[in-house]
């Protein structure tokens, strides 16, 4: 676990991170390893995650609720950062889900509101808390952006994961993740992609309790034995990427997606 030895070297000593998203499932997860490497965190959430990840976290982190979608929550969270801990070192932008409840899928089948609702939570949450966050970095001379993508934006699976809006909103997360790193770059803002395959989270029941699914997952993400993703296997990526071991990398997409994207 995050207090043995992996990260004893304390990568994140004295940052402060403010993590989109990070009261629930992989954003949870990546909140502990942050503390675990030394940081003071900051985690937004929905409403209904807030009082279950303060008992997670205790004292180590500030935690409030909000909608990524609205403008003004990524706007009130950089602010407590500075607040509370003096200034922000990073952010990782973890909020999004799945559209399917409004009409996302095949193209022939997508809805107005299935497209419009699943780019505003994938891809308008991404733009909000990357604009409050380099806002700010541009003040203090830097800073780290990483922002959560998925494998299905370059490697699709049609037979099983049909949601196109899904899968634009995660290639144009991608597209301005590359072009903000490519302008900031002299600024020393780094902004990076992270690009989960299928991991077990609270979004993911539909497909992880699909007897079918984690057949073909078994065989599509087949290192360690071939199973679905766990929220801590992104901890250490996450990490390294807000630190300043990668201080030197930037409009990078890292895939941790058990072969995935490299799988036939």
């Not at 990546?30 to 279950?52: H, I, L, P, T």
């Not at 801590?232 to 997606?257: C, I, N, P, R, Y």
Request: glycine fraction near 12%; aromatic fraction near 6%; charge should be neutral.
């Amino acid at each position: 676990m995050w207090d043995r030895v992996m990260y004893m070297t304390r990568l994140l000593e004295n940052k402060v991170i403010l993590i989109v998203g990070g009261t629930s499932g992989m954003g949870l997860s990546a909140a502990k390893a942050c503390v675990a490497a030394g940081a003071k965190v900051v985690c937004v959430g929905r409403d209904d995650s807030v009082a279950a990840a303060r008992e997670a976290l205790q004292d180590s982190a500030r935690v409030i609720a909000g909608d990524a979608v609205d403008p003004t929550t990524s706007e009130k969270a950089v602010a407590l950062a500075v607040q509370e801990f003096g200034t922000l070192d990073g952010l990782y932008h973890v909020a999004g889900g799945s559209g399917r409840k409004w009409g996302d899928g095949p193209l022939h089948e997508l809805s107005d509101a299935g497209w419009q609702e699943t780019l505003d939570l994938n891809a308008t949450s991404v733009m909000n808390s990357n604009r409050s966050a380099v806002r700010q970095f541009l003040k203090t001379g830097g800073g780290s952006i990483l922002n959560m993508g998925s494998v299905l934006a370059q490697a699709p699976s049609p037979e099983h994961f049909s949601t196109h809006a899904y899968a634009a909103a995660k290639a144009a997360i991608v597209g301005l993740t590359k072009s903000c790193a490519a302008y900031y770059a002299n600024k020393n803002v780094r902004f990076n992609v992270i690009a989960p395959g299928l991991v077990e989270t609270p979004m993911a029941q539909r497909a992880v309790c699909d007897a079918t699914i984690r057949a073909f997952v078994s065989k599509k993400q087949a290192l360690d034995g071939g199973r679905v993703g766990r929220a801590e296997d992104l901890d250490a990526a996450v990490v390294f990427l807000l630190s300043d071991g990668s201080k030197f990398v930037t409009g990078q997409v890292l895939g941790v997606d058990g072969g995935w994207s490299v799988s036939g």
